[in-house]
């Protein structure tokens, strides 16, 4: 069964960068042919796609957060994380990282916990 745990700051200050990293079980990063992905829900809003990472390391992102965007991995602690540069109260959410079920991108069979993180001075 895979299992997936956000982890990272709660607060983060306006024009900083958000870092959040999801730790992963019961399967690898890198098993062919699953896509992870990271979802975040602002307060009172619907879920909103970020961007996602393949089996092999390939990126792609939402074009309206492309260019602050980024995503990696490290294969050796079985990790991707999520950089979202100069954030503003607007990216305050839930942040959630997924994976699929296999078949389609966008089937996000497996979720995290998620974790709140709040932008603010």
């Known amino acids: 069964q895979v299992q997936l745990q956000e982890s990272g700051p709660g607060l983060v200050k306006p024009s900083q960068t958000l870092s959040l990293t999801c730790s992963v079980s019961g399967g690898s990063v890198a098993t062919n042919p699953y896509y992870w992905s990271w979802i975040r829900q602002p307060p009172g809003k619907g879920l909103e796609w970020i961007g996602y990472m393949n089996f092999g390391g390939s990126t792609y992102y939402n074009p309206f957060l492309k260019g602050r965007t980024s995503i990696s991995r490290d294969t050796s602690k079985n990790q991707f994380t999520l950089q979202l540069s100069s954030v503003t109260p607007n990216d305050t959410a839930v942040y959630y990282c997924?994976?699929?079920?296999?078949?389609?991108?966008?089937?996000?069979?497996?979720w995290g916990q998620g974790t709140q993180v709040t932008v603010s001075s």
């Open positions: 997924t994976r699929d079920l296999g078949g389609s991108r966008w089937s996000w069979g497996y």
